[in-house]
Structure formats: structure tokens, C-alpha cells
């Protein structure tokens, strides 16, 4: 079955540490997007990638980096830079093109990211 | 700017009863709108999609629609189980060029047995 994996479940994070949140899909999507999740707020973007070598900052980008190496993987590195980590984090993703465009996103269970 | 409004936030309902979930959005140029449903713990699953040219659609006991000169979709759930229970998101794509969705912040639905 198709779709989108997300490691680990659950993360800690020590004061002035990076971690790094990853995110595999083999629904040979070209689009792939990660979200941030605050209790009683809706979803943030913080980085999307409408193409292998290419990505693009969201609303909340600021403390996180990413890359896009290969079309299946696009992970997440949460740096010390982001005073506030502690949240839960979607990975999405989505066709693109004419077609691509009308289909709907596909997520990931999710990584729930604490400060220890 | 658009965005994207559920209200209530949460909502309860005793079983069997049929409901209707309301999102709003300020820009009526979207190029389509997504529901979803959201376990707790879990990611979110899509349920419907509403293309900007359609009116509705349909899945199981689930229909939305969508009215995009008064900006309002609502997702109708039939004859409500307790395994409805979940939080519901939508979501609007402003273009076909876009790759930026704007979420609700969702409907967190009991349904009690």
C-alpha cells in the first residue's frame, strides 16, 4: 500500500541540540510539504518541496531546515535555533500538474517532538 | 489573505443523529477545498474534495458542499456513530499553481452512544 512514513513517533530533544524528523512516501508524489500542529490551532507550513533539489519556506520557517535529495524523502531538522520545538509534526504530499493538482494530500502519523 | 474559519470548535451529539459541520473562508477564488478527519495522536485522512467547479460530493454517509460566492462549505455526516468521534479540518487551495493550503483549525466532534 501507498504512502507516507514518518519516524519516530515520538522525539526528544535536549537544550542546544538538533534533531532531525524524517519522512519517506512511495506514492511518487512530486510534492511533499511538513507542518507544525499546536494544540487549538490549525496546521502551519513550515517548508514545502514541489520538486527533487528545490523547496520552498512556509509561514513558520524560521529554526528549521530541510532537504530534498531524493523524490521519496524529504526530512526535517528541528535546529537549537527554535526556541519553542515542542509540537506535533505532519509530513504531507501531493501529485502535481494539471491532474496532480485536483488530487487530495496524503499524510504521515505524525512525529510529537518534547523538550527534555 | 485568505483564511479559513470552523466554528463550533467542538460539538456533541448522542448517536444516530444526522450533523453539519460548517467552513468558511474569506476568498472566494480557491481552487478547490479538502475535509478532513484527525484521530488523536494521528495524521490527518482525507474524506472528500471538492473541485472549485463542483457543488458536491458524496462518500458513504458523508456529503460536502461547497458555495463559493457566500464562501461556505459544510460537511453533512448521516445517521452518527461513536466511531465518527474525531476532529474535522478543512482546507482551501488558493490556485492550481499553489502549492500553500490554508487550514481550519477544525471541529472536534463526540458523538456519544
Known amino acids: 500500500d501507498g504512502g507516507i512514513t514518518q519516524s519516530p513517533k515520538y522525539l526528544f530533544r535536549k537544550e542546544g541540540q538538533n534533531v532531525t524528523l524524517s519522512c519517506e512516501q512511495n506514492l511518487n508524489h512530486d510534492a511533499m510539504y511538513w507542518y507544525r500542529q499546536d494544540p487549538g490551532q490549525g496546521l502551519r507550513l513550515i517548508y514545502y518541496?514541489?520538486?527533487?533539489?528545490?523547496?520552498q519556506k512556509g509561514d513558520i520557517a524560521e529554526g528549521y531546515s530541510v532537504s530534498r535529495e531524493k523524490k521519496e524523502s524529504f526530512p526535517l531538522t528541528v535546529t537549537s535555533a527554535q526556541k519553542n520545538p515542542t509540537a506535533f509534526y505532519l509530513c504531507?504530499?501531493?501529485?502535481?500538474?494539471?491532474?496532480?493538482?485536483?488530487?487530495?494530500?496524503?499524510f504521515g502519523d505524525g512525529t510529537r517532538l518534547s523538550i527534555l | 489573505k485568505q483564511e479559513v474559519t470552523q466554528i463550533p470548535a467542538a460539538l456533541s451529539v448522542p448517536e444516530g443523529e444526522n450533523l453539519v459541520l460548517n467552513c468558511s473562508f474569506t476568498d472566494s477564488a480557491i481552487y478547490n477545498l479538502q475535509w478532513f478527519r484527525q484521530d488523536p495522536g494521528k495524521g490527518l485522512t482525507s474524506l472528500l474534495l471538492i473541485q472549485s467547479s463542483q457543488r458536491e460530493q458524496t462518500s458513504g454517509r458523508l456529503n460536502a458542499s461547497l458555495d463559493k460566492s457566500s464562501g461556505r462549505s459544510t460537511l453533512y455526516i448521516a445517521a452518527s456513530q461513536p466511531g465518527d468521534s474525531a476532529t474535522y479540518l478543512c482546507a482551501v487551495k488558493p490556485g492550481p499553481g499553489t502549492y500553500k493550503y490554508i487550514f481550519g483549525t477544525g471541529t472536534r466532534l463526540k458523538v456519544l452512544a
Open positions: 504531507a504530499s501531493t501529485g502535481t500538474g494539471e491532474r496532480g493538482s485536483n488530487q487530495p494530500q496524503h
Open positions: 518541496s514541489q520538486i527533487v533539489n528545490d523547496f
